[in-house]
C-alpha cells in the first residue's frame, strides 16, 4: 500500500492565496477598522515618530503648512496605502513557493529512496502518493511524509539567520506558508486521510503529541522571531496612518 501527501495542505491555504491576489486587483477600498488603539505602534514607528518630534522641537516647529497638512490626512493619496506595489500578489507568490516546496521535498525524496510517486485525487484534493508500501519500508515512508515540513522548516530558518536585506514581501509569503502549513498538520490536519503527522506516528517510535511539539513548536519559535525583528513589521495586519489610531484589519480591494 502506497501512501498520500496532499499537495494543498488546506482549503484555507487556496483562500489564503485568493485573498492576496484579489487585495492588489480588485477595485474600491475596504477596510475593518480594528479597535485596538493602545500599545498598536511598532518599534520602528514609534523611532520614526521620535525622530520627527526631535526635529520639530530642533527646528522650533517650523514647517511648511501644505507638508503638515498632507503628512496628517488619513485620505490624501500619498497616506492611503505605503506598501510596494503589488505587496499582496508577491506575497502570495511567496506562499505558493513554500507549499511547491514542500510538495517537491516529497518528489524528490520518493524517488531518492528508490520509489515512483504518482500524482492523483483524494476526496477532490490533488495528491502525491509515495510509491512505497507502508508495511515494507516504513522508514523510507516515514523520510518520504516528513521532508515536506522539514524543508520548509529549514527554508524559513534560512531566511530568519542569513544575513541578506530581509522584510520583502515575497520574503514574508515563503514564511507565512511555512508557518502556516505546520500550524495547519499540528492541528486539524492530524487526523486527515493524508496527514504527514499520521504517517510520520504510524511509521516511527514517535507519536502525534510528539510530532504536535516539534514541528508546532519550531513553527511557533519562527513566529516569535518574525514579532521581535522590526524588518517583519506588520506582518499580518497594516497600521493604521499617523493621525488614525489602531490597526486597519481586512482586505484591501482598489
Not at 503638515?68 to 497616506?79: A, G, L, N, T, Y
Not at 517510535?205 to 517583519?232: E, M, P, W
Request: proline letters at 6%.
Amino acid at each position: 500500500m502506497t501512501s498520500p501527501s496532499s499537495i494543498f495542505t488546506a482549503p484555507a491555504l487556496a483562500a489564503y492565496l485568493a485573498l492576496c491576489v484579489a487585495g492588489s486587483a480588485l477595485p474600491a477600498t475596504l477596510y475593518a477598522q480594528a479597535g485596538m488603539h493602545a500599545g498598536v505602534q511598532t518599534r520602528a514607528q514609534a523611532h520614526a515618530d521620535h525622530d520627527a518630534h526631535a526635529q520639530r522641537a530642533e527646528h522650533g516647529d517650523r514647517g511648511d503648512d501644505g507638508a503638515d497638512s498632507v503628512r496628517h490626512d488619513p485620505h490624501h493619496p500619498s497616506r492611503r496605502d505605503e506598501r510596494p506595489a503589488h505587496y499582496w500578489r508577491s506575497m502570495a507568490f511567496g506562499f505558493a513557493s513554500s507549499i511547491l516546496a514542500h510538495e517537491s521535498a516529497h518528489v524528490i525524496t520518493s524517488y531518492a529512496v528508490g520509489a515512483r510517486p504518482t500524482f492523483g485525487f483524494d476526496k477532490g484534493r490533488p495528491t502525491v502518493y509515495s510509491g512505497i508500501d507502508v508495511n515494507v519500508d516504513p522508514r523510507k515512508q516515514f523520510l518520504f511524509s516528513s521532508m515536506g515540513l522539514n524543508v520548509q522548516a529549514a527554508l524559513d530558518e534560512g531566511i530568519l539567520d542569513v544575513p541578506h536585506s530581509r522584510g520583502s514581501p515575497f520574503e514574508r509569503g515563503v514564511l507565512a506558508g511555512g508557518i502556516a502549513t505546520a500550524l495547519f498538520y499540528v492541528t486539524i490536519g492530524r487526523t486527515a486521510s493524508v496527514s504527514d503527522i499520521d504517517y510520520m506516528a504510524r511509521t516511527s517510535s514517535l507519536s502525534k503529541t510528539d510530532l504536535t511539539f516539534i514541528y508546532g513548536g519550531v513553527a511557533l519559535l519562527h513566529v516569535a522571531r518574525i514579532h521581535h525583528d522590526d524588518h517583519y513589521a506588520n506582518f499580518f495586519v497594516r497600521p493604521a496612518p499617523p493621525s488614525e489610531p489602531g490597526l486597519r484589519v481586512g482586505v484591501n480591494v482598489q
